[in-house]
């Protein structure tokens, strides 16, 4: 299953997974502009965790919030099309906030996961999963792979 939900529509969508008591889903976000190996690799890994990987994709004018002008590179449209191609991506969920809690709320993950450059203590969501029993985790970010990298690279 690929499936790209609206936000209004994923809390009915996930209840509609979990009628299989069994199902473990976990959640990750992020902007996803200029998707690159340490995306797919951070994806991978997380999707490792549960049957279902959900990922919350900022909106353009949340990535613009906060990336500043200029930013996205690339719409959500295409973003959303890209990763829900991916093979560890099961659903993808463009959010306008400008952080994942409202749709962390909707989703109610098992799994709630970060790239490695956050402690858990600062993950957005963190009180809800653990109150229903979630765990809260970080992935190791790869190496020299990065959006900045590749930005810089581009620029010089």
Known sequence: MKEIIGFDEIASF???LRRDSSVRIAFTNGCFDILHRGHVEYLEKAKTYADYLVVGLNSDASVNRLKGEGRPYIGQDDRAFILSRLESVDIVCIFEQDTPL?????VQPDYLIK?????VEEIVGREIVEARGGSVLTIPLVPGRSTTGILNKIQS
Not at 102 to 106: A, C, G, M, P, T
């Open 14 to 16: 996930i209840r509609k």
């Open 102 to 106: 409202e749709l962390i709320k909707r």
């Open 115 to 119: 790239g490695g450059d956050y402690a």
